[in-house]
């Protein structure tokens, strides 16, 4: 089964610290070892077997190509809305039932191939509506005791967000929709089960609420099959959101250059 990707490439203005950081408009032209980091995530995704058809959601037809260079060829440029939910909502409302679909971000510069496969994988072994990649606390800070990452706690698991969602199906264009009045509150984990109802809230501070319970819960309040997909790697969950994940994201490239 092949997958189309959705990747998310908008820029976000003057408030977006990276791509003020080096003086560009748009985070994605952003190079993470000389190469810029939507060009490393196209790159990966299409040297994927499972991979087909690769749309660029971007305000800016003209810095995708920037970015892009001589592998825009591998891209479709798709609109964007006033937010990253509203986008792919308008997008699946055009998808003609073209499921299953994945959905990433151009921030994501240290993807792989073997992150796809288990991702994939892992999306595919049950039934579900919508998929989340997620990385253990654990599986990063072995690799990364230093690391700064926001960790959401259910019970004793605590993840971390890889910026991999499988969207397997049109039922979970819902996940999405409700996904634009969630966006403010991300990193606010007692909000985002305040959102899902007394009894989520209520788990959630007496910490009886594991991860497989929040999606079952997610789940039920949403109406449709949402599951985790824990994934192995501590670099699926390092996106550059700021100059100090930029240079993790650069030392992880020489380490992995380094073993080939």
């Not at 509203?86 to 990433?104: E, K, N, Q």
């Not at 994501?108 to 992150?115: G, I, R, S, Y």
């Not at 192995?232 to 992880?252: S, T, Y």
């Amino acid at each position: 089964m092949k997958w189309r990707v959705i990747v998310l490439a908008a820029g976000r203005g003057p408030s977006d610290p990276m791509a003020a950081a080096h003086g560009v408009s748009h985070k994605c032209l952003v190079e993470i070892a000389g190469i810029p980091m939507l060009r490393r995530v196209v790159d990966t995704l299409a040297g994927h077997p499972s991979i087909s058809t690769i749309s660029v959601a971007i305000d800016d037809r003209a810095v995708g190509r920037e970015a892009l260079g001589d592998a825009v060829s591998k891209v479709e440029f798709v609109p964007t809305a006033e937010s990253a939910a509203r986008t792919v909502c308008a997008l699946l409302s055009r998808s003609d039932g073209d499921y299953p679909i994945l959905l990433t971000t151009a921030d994501h510069p240290l993807l792989t191939a073997p992150m796809i496969d288990s991702f994939i994988a892992g999306s595919t072994a049950a039934p579900a509506d919508l998929t989340v990649g997620l990385a253990s606390a654990e599986t990063i800070l072995t690799a990364y005791p230093d690391a700064r990452r926001t960790f959401l706690r259910f019970g004793n698991d605590r993840v971390s967000g890889c910026n991999l969602f499988g969207l397997r199906t049109a039922e979970a264009i819902k996940a999405v929709e409700f996904w634009h009045y969630l966006e403010p509150l991300r990193k606010k984990p007692w909000r985002l089960f305040a959102a899902f109802g007394t009894k989520a809230i209520l788990e959630f501070f007496t910490g009886k609420i594991n991860l497989q319970r929040a999606f079952a819960v997610a789940s039920q309040r949403l109406g449709i099959v949402a599951r985790p997909v824990l994934l192995p790697f501590a670099d699926a969950a390092v996106d550059v959101d700021k100059p100090v994940d930029k240079d993790l994201a650069e030392l992880i490239l020489r380490k992995r250059a380094a073993h080939q």
